[in-house]
């Protein structure tokens, strides 16, 4: 039997997104069929790694909660899109980085959870 | 790949950080332990403390006594003698005599007793033997009685200790359980929805909104005489100094009364050299703080004013921008260089300690001179340019991280010691404005 796991996909990733360009793809949960899902949050977001405690912040935030009636479908692939903000940029410093990535994150049955994870750079740059 | 319950999260760098859930419970708990705490105290303080004495206005009936006598009571306690005043009273109740020796509602209890002798003399003074006066009697025991009833003011400050575990408890738990099995991004985006709206924090029109980009505001306050700004300091000299001074006197003052209690000995003939040899490395920080505080004083005060100006801000990567820089005084250098620096700057814990790493990770030379001479009236004013570059980072600040742009001015003076001097600049990114900035006033 195959391992729980959720797929995201971005549509037409670039190398580096600008700011202000649109972000959309799907994700699909696999193989979680004989484990109820209770609530699926997806978030756009941007964090620090490196020497120093993590800083974390949301851009977008979406929650599919079955206890406030929005059944999350694992078969059904699922849309989100997004307007990338000016900033912060995707940086890769000495003591500190800046990562981008959307992450969805699945709660199963008996505090079981999924995470998954698709980085992008978000830059000036083309 | 599901992931049960665990007892360590996932370790980042040389650092293991625990389990969330095992931290919550323990949070949870100790906070439910406080609010329980705080809740006992307070239904303690008004059970043995405040009902008796509600009880004593509003459920005992007011009848009359005779005094029979009056004295002060004594006791021994830990600390000495402990008085009380006590009033001999007979009173009815029901046509039955009842003989009591009383005061207030506490006479019974160890609160009745204090070291006041004089306080516990003055509250015999208003009663005198063989007068009538009111008294309460307790209708449900009838033997209980007061001559004085009233509410301690002093007592509510009792519920200050439980009522802040209370307070705490009660926001920790709160705080906990809002918490409770949140996802980081969940919890993240709670945070930002609940930050407060700044007052005067008012979006103007054209002008993005930058996330995790510092305020401009308190670099534009300031317009230059020939350029468009004049770039405030980083930090005051001022309260360098200030803080330098205030060090100086509470450490030469404390350590003032060792150094004449070894010189008295001295002059007495009883040198103690114990004494000597306990103060001389305190004297000798007192003396690094007194050399410290006047090389301060005197690069504030001899080395004078540096003033940068700038043409244009925020800064772009890519732009290039006019600068003027004066320095005042009366100095003879060695050389005056200006530089454009990036620093990264990371916050973290090492136990319970935060610590905080900062590295320079770029200096950018903008402008030097070698073998000047300064007069006091004729600064010296040189105008250059800086130039961004294409590429370079923006500004960054979040609670534990930050990257900080700004141009540094130092001098080397002839016969004194070095001077640096920082004024913070804000480098946008590209697309936080529509071109780069061009350097005109």
Not at chain 2, 284 to 297: S, Y
Request: charged fraction near 20%; proline fraction near 7%; glycine fraction near 8%.
């Amino acid at each position: 039997m195959n391992e729980p796991a959720i797929l995201i996909r971005l549509d037409d990733p670039p190398r580096t997104y600008r700011p202000g360009q649109s972000l959309s793809g799907q994700y699909r949960l696999e193989s979680v069929e004989g484990d109820p899902i209770r609530a699926v949050e997806v978030s756009v977001l941007r964090y620090t790694e490196g020497k120093g405690e993590q800083d974390l912040a949301v851009h977008e935030f979406w929650r599919r909660d079955n206890d406030s009636g929005d059944l999350v479908d694992p078969r059904r692939p699922e849309r989100f899109s997004t307007t990338l903000p000016p900033s912060p940029l995707s940086y890769d410093g000495q003591i500190i980085q800046i990562r981008w990535c959307v992450r969805v994150r699945a709660f199963l049955s008996r505090g079981r959870e999924l995470v998954a994870e698709k980085p992008f750079r978000l830059g000036d740059g083309a | 790949m599901a992931r049960n319950f665990r007892y360590f999260e996932k370790k980042r760098g040389h650092r293991r950080t625990g389990s969330r859930t095992l931290g919550s419970l323990g949070e949870a708990i100790f906070f439910a332990l406080l609010l329980v705490l705080g809740c006992a105290g307070i239904v303690a303080g008004f059970v043995w403390l405040v009902i008796p004495e509600w009880r004593v206005h509003h459920g005992f009936v007011e009848t009359t006594c005779l005094v029979l006598q009056k004295k002060l009571g004594e006791k021994e306690g830990d600390g000495g003698t402990l008085y009380r005043p006590e009033i001999q009273i007979e009173y009815e109740v029901h046509g039955i005599q009842h003989y009591r020796s009383t005061y207030d509602i506490n006479y019974d209890g160890a609160r009745a007793y204090s070291s006041d002798r004089d306080a516990a003399a003055a509250a015999l003074e208003p009663f005198e033997k063989g007068r009538a006066y009111p008294c309460w009697y307790d209708p449900s025991q009838p033997d209980v009685a007061v001559v004085v009833r009233g509410y301690q003011g002093w007592l509510w400050l009792v519920f200050l200790v439980p009522g802040s575990f209370v307070a705490i408890g009660a926001g920790g738990l709160l705080y906990t359980l809002l918490r409770w099995g949140k996802s980081a991004e969940r919890r993240a985006a709670m945070v930002q929805r609940a930050q407060p709206i700044e007052l005067f924090d008012i979006d103007r029109p054209g002008e993005t909104r930058l996330p995790n980009i510092p305020d401009l505001s308190d670099i534009t306050s300031s317009p230059g005489t020939k350029l468009a700004y004049r770039l405030p300091l980083s930090h005051s000299p001022g309260w360098t100094l200030l803080g330098l001074a205030a060090a100086c006197l509470l450490w030469n003052g404390s350590v003032s009364y060792f150094i004449v209690s070894a010189v008295r000995a001295y002059l007495a003939g009883q040198p103690d050299w114990l004494l000597t040899l306990f103060i001389l490395p305190f004297l000798a920080i007192g003396i690094a703080l007194v050399v410290c505080f006047v090389r301060q004083l005197v690069v504030a005060t001899a080395v004078g004013p540096t003033l940068v100006e700038i043409s244009d801000h925020p800064l772009l990567p890519g732009g290039e921008y006019r600068l003027l820089v004066s320095q005042s005084g009366r100095l003879n250098m060695r050389s005056l260089e200006v530089w454009l620096a990036c620093r990264e700057e990371a916050t973290y814990r090492q136990g319970t300690n935060a610590r905080t790493e900062t590295r320079q990770v770029r200096r950018l030379p903008v402008f030097r001179r070698e073998a000047l001479a300064i007069l006091p009236g004729e600064p010296f004013q040189a105008e250059c340019s800086v130039c961004v570059p294409a590429g370079a980072m923006h500004s960054f600040r979040a609670d534990h991280n930050e990257i900080d742009w700004s141009l540094v001015v130092r001098g080397e003076v002839v016969n004194r010691q070095a001077f640096e001097r920082a004024f913070p600049v804000i480098v946008h990114p590209l697309s936080g404005a529509s071109t780069p900035g061009s350097g005109g006033p």
